[in-house]
């Protein structure tokens, strides 16, 4: 049965993820509650629910069991056993099983590839040794990543020669990696598939990325692509929501090859920066399809109302709001956030592209 209007959902994590979720949330006329150690986050400023705490106080996620009706998160580095405790106490979605293998890139890779869909070429490294030897078996160029806790380019380092891997190898701090070939992509591009608790899917029409410096910066919906290629990057949405057989939504990130082959390089079970396009361009947006997922409620259309472009607002870019605001195919989403740093999104803009 659907929660009725006025259950309260819980979000762990207070970022812009979890302040949009929450706006959509309050649309559909359901309440928020936040579980976040940070008293000023972005999703904090949208509700008047939020239990200031870490995520591995037990107490604090006992108590936030008992003021919520249904959980879900908004970024995927909340530590693993404390989304396992709540899934015992809650409704969990997506479920604890979608975020061990999403938080990992080594398992990440493995349940693509059981899948039948392909990846980069990659290795396990624990070691230097490991690293070493992985090289002589990929070949260069090829790009070690920290298993864990990697985003926005963080963790990861190139290497263009086998005489970096000692380097490489304590540039990432020495954890737990993964090395995986370097693709020659032609394009970067993202689906996001919602599912529901009677299995249905829906994907979002596909969008194309550029990223700057391991940053999204700007994402065209629908993407401007082969209509088989699109296909076939929905279908591969809809198989891996499908295997994980949970609730919620699944992004897939993918390169583009120039022979029109796919490759998946990264998943994250949550709504993602390259559809925000959705908020302004799409019949139902990414946040309130997560919100129908959650409350057991009927997925939303996708059906696209106008091609769109969205730009993150990165650092001081903020301070071009005023000029944004006065365009009349612009959609303004700051996130409220206090301080501009090199590289923090602080807000992006939605702008239609056709009529």
Known sequence: MPLPAGA????????????????AAARLGYRCHILCPEPDAPATQVTDRHLAAG?????ALDHFAELVDVVTYEFENIPLGAVQYL?????????????AVCQDRLLEKDF?????????????????????EALRAIGTPAVLKSRRLGYDGKGQVRIDDPGQAEAAWYAIGGVPAILEGFVP?????????????????????????QHENHILAVSTAPARRAAPVCQ??????????????????LAVELFLTKDDGLLVNEMAPRPHNSGHWTQDGCATDQFEQLVRCVTRQPLGPVDVLWPTE??????????????????PRARLHLY???????GRKMGHVNRRLSD
């Not at 995520?55 to 107490?59: G, P």
């Open 336 to 342: 409220g956030k206090a301080e501009a740093r090199p």
């Open 55 to 59: 995520y591995e106080d037990r107490a």
């Open 87 to 99: 899934a015992g106490r809650r409704p969990m979605y997506p479920g604890p099983d979608v975020l």
């Open 8 to 23: 309260v959902i819980g979000i762990l994590g207070g970022g812009q993820l979890g302040r949009m979720t929450a706006l």
């Open 232 to 249: 076939r990057a929905e279908e591969i949405g809809r198989t891996l929501a499908d295997r994980f057989d949970s609730v919620g939504l």
């Open 112 to 132: 693509v590839r059981a899948a039948g869909i392909e990846t980069a070429p990659y290795r396990a490294v624990d070691s230097v040794e490991d690293l070493v």
């Open 185 to 209: 992509f032609v394009a970067e591009l993202s689906v996001i598939a919602a599912r529901d608790a009677a299995g249905t899917i829906a994907c979002f029409p596909v969008a194309e990325n």
């Open 310 to 327: 969205m730009e993150n607002l990165l650092g001081d870019a903020v301070d071009r709001a005023p000029a944004l605001l006065s365009d």
